[in-house]
């Protein structure tokens, strides 16, 4: 599972500091849309890897 979470999180990290200024408004409307997609799965993968526990 750490794994899981080390890889997104470099996904997410290749996107954030991906160039942007060349790129047309379609393809930075994709970009922006494969950057949410990349964040969910980190975050995802983070929860997975770091369950919360429940208190009573």
């Known amino acids: 599972m750490l794994?899981?979470?080390?890889?997104?999180?470099?996904?997410?990290?290749?996107?954030?500091?991906?160039?942007?200024?060349?790129?047309?408004?379609?393809e930075q409307t994709l970009i922006e849309e494969d950057l949410g997609k990349a964040r969910a799965e980190m975050e995802r993968a983070w929860l997975e890897a770091k369950p919360v526990r429940e208190t009573r």
């Open 3 to 26: 794994d899981d979470l080390g890889a997104e999180t470099e996904a997410y990290a290749a996107y954030l500091n991906a160039r942007r200024g060349m790129l047309d408004s379609y």
